[in-house]
């Protein structure tokens, strides 16, 4: 079975709990803090893999959830942390957030990965918070929560050639006669309702990667019959073959099937049809093919492409026109696309909080920070909690809350955690 898109979640690990600990050993009367951090959280990457040909892998597996670190302990002994979540895709896959639609990596060659959610930092222990002013802290930080993402997993086949045209010329057949693709023949429109990928030999120990792409028709680009389906696995090949039924046998202009299809790949990305494309003239065994050749030879002679009469049923010119393809990816290079600017990561500045009132009356506080802040903060202990007060003053949050109208005792809530105020 063909899988070529899925969705999936992934959640990193939670990174673990910093200890509060003090250091107890014979005749030292008052150790001091030796609580150490806690291990970071597992991150979450996927790693296209070569081995792999489908997202089949996740249709009953969608949800995929890292280890979390292991908390700290006394000694100033750090708690171990998770190993990173490896998830295997096939080399071609392209990911997308599932919520936004925003691309977010594209794995187009074996070995390429990508961190898609990072692990939540360890908790910090006790020892990290000693002061000139608290040489004895007994509070240590809780680990970070982890991120959950959703995705989309979209696969565009890797394949050096791919066979292009209407339903029922003979790409399969083409297919089937030079590999050892055996692909679902029949007098029927999309017989082939899946891409398929053959290996063909060529001479001197060489091969290369044809990719039978079902059959197109009129409107495809708009998503007409299984457009957007097929047409994204033309992208990633390097060379067309357009693939004409000249025979005309049911009722249909060869080139008026041609012009509808470079149309129809034109309309889905500029790209596709500025790839060397050959033409196949198929089905030469049959009179009304050898009769229309004439015509089909001089109408592409003068648009500038190659013409190869073929015949998949008796192999007629398959070997000359799968050299001749050999030779075009031989000469192919990807364009490559100059980068208009160069990205500079820094350190983010801290993004002021908002505040909203919801219909019950309380008040819901935005920050990521502070989201960030709660999550690690241990409210059971006096001075996790006295710290947590200090830090919350500087996001200003009092002032914001004053504005919308705050009163003593209304509700404030910072993600799942729901406050009462005081002024």
């Given amino acids: 079975m063909f899988i070529d898109r899925s969705k999936i979640s992934v959640t990193s690990g939670i990174g673990g709990d910093g200890a509060s600990s003090f250091r107890r050993e014979k005749y030292i009367a008052k150790g001091g803090p030796d609580g150490g951090d806690g291990g970071r ?45 490896y998830i295997k895709v096939p080399a071609g896959t392209v990911v997308y957030d599932g919520d936004t639609d925003e691309l977010i990596t594209d794995l187009s060659a074996p070995g390429m990965s990508a961190v898609i959610v990072k692990g939540g930092r360890g908790g910090r222990g006790n020892s990290r918070f000693v002061s000139s002013v ?8 809780l680990g970070e929560p982890g991120e959950t993402k959703n995705l989309r997993l979209e696969l565009k086949l890797l394949a050096d050639v791919g066979l292009c045209g209407f339903p029922s010329v003979g790409k399969s057949s083409i297919i089937a006669s030079v590999s050892s693709a055996r692909p679902e023949i029949a007098a029927y429109h999309f017989t082939t309702t899946v891409p398929v990928l053959g290996v063909v030999r060529l001479d001197e120990g060489k091969s290369l ?7 197109l028709i009129a409107g495809a680009h708009e998503g007409k019959g299984l457009g957007h389906e097929f047409l994204r696995h033309v992208e990633r ?3 067309l073959i357009h693939v004409l039924d000249a025979s005309g046998s049911e009722g249909r202009d060869p080139i008026e099937d041609f012009e509808i299809i470079n149309a129809e ?14 033409v196949a003239a198929n089905k030469m065994d049959l009179p009304d093919a050898r009769a229309n050749y004439e015509r089909l030879e001089k109408y592409f002679s003068e648009k500038g ?25 031989e000469e192919y290079r990807e364009e490559i696309v100059p980068i208009e600017e160069v990205r500079v990561y820094e350190a983010k500045a801290k993004e002021p909080a908002t ?35 200090k830090l919350w003053k500087n996001f ?28």
């Fill in 237 to 239: 090949t390097r060379v």
């Fill in 41 to 85: 959280g597992g991150s979450v990457i996927l790693l296209a893999d070569a081995n792999i040909n489908t997202l089949i892998d996740f249709r009953y597996k969608r949800k995929f959830v890292a280890e979390n670190g292991d908390r700290g302990t006394g000694g100033n002994k750090s708690g171990k942390s998770a190993e990173a979540l």
């Fill in 355 to 389: 505040v909203s009132r919801e219909p019950d009356g309380s008040f819901v506080v935005h920050s990521k920070e502070l989201v960030r802040l709660v999550a690690m903060t241990d409210f059971n202990n006096e001075e996790a909690l006295h710290r947590f007060q």
């Fill in 265 to 278: 790949l034109r309309e889905f990305s500029e790209k596709l049809i500025t790839k060397p494309q050959i």
């Fill in 134 to 141: 608290n040489r004895a802290p007994t509070f240590a930080e």
């Fill in 209 to 215: 990667v044809m990719a039978d792409i079902p059959g």
């Fill in 396 to 423: 200003d949050v009092d002032e914001k809350l004053v504005e919308r109208g705050i009163k003593d005792g209304d509700t404030v809530k910072v993600s799942d955690m729901v406050f009462e105020y005081r002024s």
């Fill in 305 to 329: 492409y190659e013409l190869f009469p073929i015949s998949a049923a008796t192999g007629e010119g398959l070997k000359k026109l799968i050299n001749r393809a050999a030779a075009l990816i």
